[in-house]
């Protein structure tokens, strides 16, 4: 019998990799704590509606890439491939915007049907801040700071923003009028991809990596020319903003985002080590989004980091090994093993981590298991041990003498230790 595989571009995460992870995890928790930012969970699967009418259904997400299917009540169900529209389907769902802005966060996989290939996978995983309730230019500075800060903090480096403003949908309207007429009067030097897109996201042509189409679009209209004053004098405001917080970036014209949602700042974080696939977060500001989704129309501003790229890029550096535990329990014998088993518990209830060997094999390969484990002390509980409820203790990483200890006097001198 074949033996059971994950299916592509689903991968699992071995007890090896997960430390890394969750240090990207636990720093940043930190720093949406200290930015006042509170932590939303939502479901995996959501109504398939949703991502079409929040994403858009010209969008290459919503036609190429999503995992939906009919459920027992003959619902259409989409495996959720971005968290911003379920993040906003639930603030409009629960009432939150009704309590004034919202300062949220979440994290957890996602799903794509897309060739994988190195932090790029079919189940990838997101870490993402939304502002809801946020107009001024200043929030987008302080999302793109929390980002920055966020990365900078995980050790990330060779990290550039690049910064673009996408308008007001009525900026983008005629923009968008204007990029459909040069597009079709250069349709025959466009890649097929680019053509497709000409009348259903036009947009998106100006993201193309084709590089004979990159080459043609240095002679298309510029989104910069098409907006208006006051869509100017926001973006003035927010690169003065970052220039205040000396948050280096570039103007990038071409970054216009894969998604309908966004309008005005839209940005992305790449880093230098990882080649092609640069980008390590994007995001930007969405102010229709809501109103689209059956709220009050509301301003808001999110982004979201890939885990996968982010951790691909940190396992480059020098990682530190996990901790071991502190305290590595070896037993033999029948009523031995049972002490260990209750002393174990004893001193993780006390806040040690403990490591107890359950092989019952000979002392020689428990001591060699406990060495391994990376733990600086071993407990060891043969019959005598076991007989007078002690235990000897053992420096496995340096030169102190064995001590045959009673169990609050172990807890005592690991703590001392």
């Not at 004053?229 to 280096?248: C, H, K, M, N, Y």
């Amino acid at each position: 019998m074949a033996s059971l595989q994950s299916l592509r571009g689903m991968v699992d995460l071995l007890p090896e990799h997960t430390p890394l992870w969750q240090q990207v995890e636990a720093t940043a928790r930190d720093h949406f704590r200290r930015a006042a930012v509170r932590e939303i969970r939502t479901p995996l699967l959501e109504v398939t509606e949703l991502f079409a009418r929040g994403i858009g259904e010209a969008t290459d997400v919503v036609g190429k890439e999503m995992y939906t299917f009919l459920d027992r009540g003959e619902r259409s169900c989409t495996l959720r491939p971005e968290g911003t529209a379920s993040v906003v389907r639930a603030a409009i769902q629960h009432g939150l915007l009704s309590q004034g802005p919202q300062r949220l966060w979440y994290g957890g996989p996602m799903f794509r049907y897309e060739r994988p290939q190195a932090g790029r996978q079919r189940q990838f995983h997101q870490i993402g801040l939304e502002l809801l309730g946020f107009a001024d230019a200043r929030s987008d500075v302080e999302a793109i700071a929390i980002a920055w800060d966020l990365l900078a903090d995980l050790g990330v480096e060779g990290l550039a923003l690049e910064l673009n403003t996408l308008g007001s949908p009525d900026d983008r309207a005629r923009y968008r009028e204007q990029l459909v007429a040069w597009l079709e009067a250069h349709r025959d030097q466009l890649d097929p991809d680019s053509q497709a897109r000409i009348h259903t996201n036009p947009l998106r042509v100006l993201d193309s990596k084709h590089p004979d189409t990159q080459a043609l679009l240095a002679e298309a209209p510029s989104l910069a020319d098409a907006l208006s004053a006051e869509s100017q004098e926001r973006f003035a405001q927010v690169q003065a903003g970052l220039t205040a917080l000396a948050i280096p970036f570039v103007r990038n014209p071409r970054l216009v985002r894969g998604l309908d949602y966004y309008s005005h700042t839209a940005f992305e974080i790449t880093s230098s080590q990882l080649g092609a696939q640069a980008t390590v977060c994007g995001g930007g500001r969405y102010d229709g989004l809501v109103q689209q989704l059956g709220g009050a129309a509301t301003p808001a501003i999110g982004w979201a980091l890939g885990m996968e790229r982010l951790v691909l890029l940190l396992s480059q550096g020098a990682v530190a090994p996990p901790p071991g535990p502190d305290l590595y329990v070896v037993s033999r014998g029948t009523l031995a093993e049972a002490q260990a088993l209750l002393l174990a518990r004893h001193c993780r209830r006390a806040g040690l981590a403990v490591e107890r060997d359950a092989g019952g094999a000979a002392f020689a390969k428990q001591f060699k298991r406990a060495d391994r484990s990376g733990a600086p002390f071993a407990a060891v509980i043969g019959d005598a041990e076991a007989e007078a409820e002690m235990v000897l203790l053992k420096d496995l990483r340096g030169e102190r003498p064995d001590e045959r200890l009673t169990w609050e006097q172990l807890l005592q001198r690991l703590a001392a230790a």
